[in-house]
């Protein structure tokens, strides 16, 4: 291990990095070039096909990954076998639950997914010993569980109209999260009306007619029932009342 910490104490960030959205926004801009260099000689680039499972709950977690691009839905099931959707995440959030042996949650590739997927036990070994990581992650975590508790209030409190809105503007805005306010906004749907109307708790057909209802009133565009245009994002936000 010395010796090939050595060999890299030398080295600049590797080329595979350098692009990278995780190096940029994610968990890997905590690290020096030395530890990205240790950490890419250990990582493998994944490319997973929609549909595909990642990881099961309750499943012995042996590697980590950075999402750089696609979306994850993230699930539970109860014991008869219903499942809700718990979350989504976007590149280039940090998918895996450090300090735990074991998952939470299911994840399952909504669309094409890319990974960079190292050992666990090298991430948690960089967690002991650099204190920018270990507060980036608590950063994302953070994050995640203020994104929660805004979901709680969506379900909790806002009508199906807002709901349906309200889940546009967050695709919309971590798909092209460095979009201006006046450029218009195009993205797929990662998630089926099926999905959709389990995540948002209403039924399919609430989610078809508010859909339909937002295209009617020139709040956003569809072509062949997945392909989004947001022309205004600062109406769609009004429309799913937010901040």
Avoid at 62 to 89: A, C, E, F, H, W
Avoid at 150 to 175: C, D, P, Q, S
């Amino acid at each position: 291990m010395s010796g090939q910490r050595k060999d890299i104490h030398n080295s600049n960030i590797p080329v595979l990095c350098e692009a990278c959205e995780a190096r940029h926004k994610g968990v890997c801009g905590s690290l020096s070039a030395d530890q990205l260099s240790y950490l890419s000689k250990n990582s493998v680039r994944k490319s997973v096909e929609a549909g595909v499972e990642l990881m099961s709950d309750s499943e012995n977690v042996s590697s980590y990954n950075n999402i750089l691009s696609g979306v994850v839905k993230l699930t539970k099931m109860l014991p008869d076998g219903r499942q809700q959707i718990v979350g989504l995440q976007f590149a280039p959030d940090f998918l895996g639950r450090p300090f735990r042996a074991s998952s939470q949650t299911t994840a399952e590739a909504t669309t094409d997914v890319k990974l960079c997927s190292f050992p666990r036990s090298i991430v948690d070994k960089m967690i002991r010993e650099t204190p920018e990581l270990e507060h980036k992650l608590h950063e994302q975590a953070l994050a995640e569980l203020d994104e929660a508790r805004e979901w709680m209030l969506t379900l909790g409190r806002k009508t199906a109209a807002e709901k349906v809105a309200n889940f546009l503007y967050m695709i919309a805005t971590h798909v092209e999260p460095g979009a201006g306010e006046d450029e218009e906004l195009t993205f797929d749907l990662p998630l089926t009306r099926a999905d959709i109307a389990d995540f948002l708790g209403l039924t399919i057909e609430t989610v078809s007619r508010q859909l339909t209802k937002l295209r009617k009133d020139g709040v956003i565009q569809i072509v062949n029932n997945r392909h989004i245009t947001v022309p205004d994002i600062e109406r769609l936000a009004w429309r799913a009342q937010v901040d």
